[in-house]
């Protein structure tokens, strides 16, 4: 076991935001679909922060926390959309929603 | 002999990977809520991570904005929706299988971006320790333009909100 270093954060980064492509490309539920488009913006500052913390810098953590407001209004306004097209549609689910498919 | 910040590198990170996995696919229940708990739990995990990389305020804002005001929201809309339907409909194979060959294709990036890379040169010296105070110095000096134009988005962010949930007018 050896003392985690920039390449451990970022491995672990990298996972989890396969688990997050993972989820919004399989799942089928608009609101899971949702919850892994935040798991992907975690791993993004989860690797920012480290480079933050290796370079001893503070950019990247500012960088963060814009990252962390600009994903709090954008799951409000997203989730107001999902709310609105269950309004209209009675649905909350991917395949239902394919009026554009070609 | 590993110390304790490394032993807790390992849990945490462990324990990160595993809810999020939980959440993303969770093999015994299909329910958003079950997601939505995992999600939480991911979040926590990955505050603690930012208190081992002595981003002390990003972890405390962590927890407070997403593991507390978005996950409510979500959980909100969940049970706003009638999700009892969800839980029938069968996974898609096609998609399973198109979505985890995208996933192979970026996870075979990423590590051959890691491999290839050459180590940081350690950047010895004083770390950036309890980093409130040098961060809100630097977010009202050098980012103090992106700081108000951040602002301006969650105004327009809570209008868009209202205007979308308002029932239509005659």
Do not use: W
């Not at chain 1, 001893?56 to 407001?69: P, R």
């Amino acid at each position: 076991m050896i003392t985690p270093t920039l390449q451990h954060y970022l491995v672990v980064s990298g996972l989890l935001f396969c688990l997050g492509l993972l989820g919004v490309l399989a799942r089928r539920n608009l609101l899971v679909v949702y919850m892994s488009l935040e798991l992907m913006l975690n791993a993004a500052n989860l690797a920012l922060v480290a480079f933050s913390h290796f370079n001893n810098q503070l950019n990247g953590q500012v960088m963060v926390f814009f990252i962390i407001t600009v994903a709090a209004a954008e799951v409000a306004v997203g989730l107001a959309l999902i709310v609105a097209i269950y309004r209209k549609r009675q649905t909350a689910h991917v395949e239902d929603l394919s009026s554009l498919k070609f | 002999m590993p110390t304790l910040p490394d032993l807790l590198f390992y849990a945490l990170a462990g324990f990160t990977l595993l809810f999020g996995f939980l959440c993303v696919a969770n093999p015994f229940s299909r329910n958003p809520v079950t997601s939505a708990m995992f999600l939480v739990l991911t979040i926590i995990s990955m505050a603690g991570l930012f208190v081992l990389l002595q981003a002390f305020f990003l972890a405390a804002v962590q927890v407070l904005v997403y593991a507390g005001a978005v996950m409510v929201l979500f959980l909100f809309v969940i049970m706003l929706l009638d999700i009892k339907e969800e839980e029938r409909r069968r996974l898609n194979k096609a998609a399973l299988g198109i979505g985890g060959v995208a996933v192979l294709a970026i996870a075979g990036l990423l590590v051959r971006a890691l491999v290839q890379a050459t180590p940081l040169a350690s950047a010895a010296g004083q770390r950036a320790e309890g980093s409130t105070k040098p961060l809100g110095r630097l977010l009202f000096t050098e980012y103090l333009l992106p700081f108000e134009i951040l602002s301006v988005l969650l105004l327009v962010a809570m209008v868009g909100v209202i205007l979308l949930s308002k029932k239509e007018m005659k």
